[in-house]
Structure formats: C-alpha cells, structure tokens
C-alpha cells in the first residue's frame, strides 16, 4: 500500500471517529429548514461523515456536483465551508427550501446547462470535491480525467459500486484511492496531483448551531 493510501486509511478512520460528534438534526433545529421532511435522512452517519471530512481537511470551499434536494451539500455546509453545488436540475433544491443558508452564502447553487459543463468548470481554489452525479460512470470518468489533469487534493465520489459502469470507472482510477462503505452503494476518496502535508487532527468544534 503506497505512502498515499496509508495517508487516506488514517483521513478515513479519523473521519469516522469525528462524525460521531456530529448532529446534524440537532444542528438543523437552529434552521426552519429542519422541519422540511426532505431533510429526515440526514440522520444518516453518510452525512456526517462528509461534514468530518470537511472539517478535517480544513476545506474552506468545497465544489459539489449533483445537489439534489441538498442533503451532501448541506452536511458539506455543516463545518463551516462554503459550497459551490452544481446540478442540471435547479427544481430538488428549490423545493427543498434551502434559502436559508443560501442567504448566509454558505450554499451556492448553480446550475449546468448539460452533463459536459461540469468539465469547463474552473478547479482552482477548490479544497474539496464531492461528485454524486448520474451513475453513468461515462460523465464520471470524464470528470474524474479533468482531476487528472487540473486538481491538487481529495475528491470524494459516491457509490462507485452502484452498477457495472460505475465500478468500470472506478478501476480505471490509478492514482491513491480508498473504496468505502459510507454509502451501501460504495463511496470512494481519491487523492489527486501532489500530496497535501496536512495531518488529520479535528480541530476545535465548527459545529455550533446558529444563535437567532
Ligand atoms: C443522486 S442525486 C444527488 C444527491 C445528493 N448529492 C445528496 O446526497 O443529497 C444526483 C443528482 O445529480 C444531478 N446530475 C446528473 N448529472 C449531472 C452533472 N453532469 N452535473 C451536475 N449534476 C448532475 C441530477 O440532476 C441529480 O439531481
């Protein structure tokens, strides 16, 4: 196992021991959003094993591609960074009513106009991705080359064992990986470009629930 992995296996472990300080119903009670039923899955530890990578990353802007209702992004939101979403359909999130941390600029919602945009989207002073697009595996793979060509740090990519063009995608991927159970579907990191000299300590809490 490369120098990498081992790196990866430790940012994975300390993930999961982090996320147990998480509460992300608790922490949306400061939001009126918390009463939207969209929102009961994030009692899923998923969420709030994204939210501890964030926060042990130290990732201040993370780029999401696939929003959905915003369920990810808003656990993405939960340490503190701020997040670019991006998505081809503007509709899951509009009926989600995550206005609220849009208006903190917290969470910026954009939208594609076609699968290909997302590779002419700039990288640059991006600490974190996150892809949880189509499943194809053909847009990932797409993407997953941009990373090769253009980006220094982790993305994260969901349920790279979903169906067999996800897993085709996902052993095309050479560069240091870790293949994960976060999701029942498999849920991948996968270290790009040179490697970051950060240590994967938790730092003080960026938890705290709003004070209205
Ligand atoms: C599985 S859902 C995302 C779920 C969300 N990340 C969550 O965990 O709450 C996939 C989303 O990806 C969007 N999508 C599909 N292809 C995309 C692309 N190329 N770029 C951005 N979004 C895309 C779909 O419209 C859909 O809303």
Redesign the pocket.
């Known amino acids: 196992m490369s120098g990498s992995t081992c790196r990866l296996r430790d940012l994975v472990f300390a993930c999961e021991q982090r996320a147990q300080a998480y509460d992300l119903p608790a922490w949306l009670r400061a939001y009126p959003l918390a009463r939207c039923a969209a929102f009961r ?1 994030t009692r899923d530890p998923y ?1 709030a094993r994204l939210a501890a990578l964030v926060e042990l990353l130290g990732a201040k802007q993370v780029m ?12 993405l939101c939960m340490a503190g960074a701020q997040v670019l ?5 503007p509709a ?1 999130l509009r009926r989600s009513r995550l206005g609220l941390l849009e208006a903190e600029d917290r969470l910026l919602p954009l939208q ?1 106009a ?5 590779l002419q989207v700039s990288l640059q002073g991006v600490d974190l991705i ?1 892809v ?4 194809s595996g053909v ?1 990932e793979a797409a ?1 997953h080359r941009k990373c090769q060509a253009e980006y220094t740090g982790i993305v994260a990519w ?2 790279v064992q979903l169906n067999r063009g996800m897993r085709t995608f996902w052993a095309t991927v050479t560069e240091p990986k870790v293949t994960l159970t976060w999701h029942f579907s498999g849920f991948g990191l996968v270290q790009y470009g040179s490697q970051r000299t950060a240590t994967w300590a938790a730092g003080a809490p960026a938890l705290l629930p709003r004070a209205d």
Do not use: N
């Not at 979403?85 to 359909?89: E, G, P, Q, S």
């Open positions: 899955f969420y999401e591609f696939g929003t959905e209702e915003g369920g990810s992004a808003l656990a979403t991006y998505d081809l359909d899951p594609l076609a699968p290909e945009a997302m996150f949880d697009i189509d499943h847009w993407f969901d349920d």
